[in-house]
């Protein structure tokens, strides 16, 4: 098993930037592929980014870059030039499973998750 805790959310202006980090105990990170998802309110949780590949969702492409410090077990998400539309509760999940780069933006595909942190871009 692994233990997910994420922090670095806040209230940002639109053109803003944040760096989320997800600190990950319990297990040997280095067996799990990771991902960032993100659900806003009345909406389906989605795939925002993954270190397989790595892989981004269109919506995010060119303003978030998704990283990793096996040393520190810590996945880190930059997310620049932030738009009203990214508010939401941002979660890091980890997984063992087999997938393809076509699977990694699944929430279906990760067995573990943090407890989420909240960015807010304001217009």
């Known amino acids: 098993q692994v233990q997910l805790v994420e922090s670095g959310g806040g209230s940002v202006q639109a053109g803003g930037s944040l760096r989320l980090s997800c600190a990950a105990s319990?297990?040997?990170?280095?067996?799990?592929?990771m991902g960032w998802f993100r659900q806003a309110p009345g909406k389906e949780r989605e795939g925002v980014a993954s270190i397989y590949s790595p892989y981004y969702a269109d919506s995010v492409k060119g303003r978030f870059a998704i990283s990793q410090d096996n040393a520190r077990k810590t996945l880190y998400l930059q997310m620049n030039s932030l738009k009203p539309g990214d508010t939401a509760m941002y979660y890091c999940?980890?997984?063992?499973?087999?997938?393809?780069?076509?699977?990694?933006?699944?929430?279906?595909?990760?067995?573990?998750w943090g407890q989420g942190t909240q960015v807010t871009v304001s217009s």
């Open positions: 319990g297990a040997t990170y280095s067996n799990f592929a």
């Open positions: 999940a980890a997984s063992r499973r087999l997938m393809t780069t076509g699977q990694a933006l699944s929430p279906d595909k990760y067995d573990y």
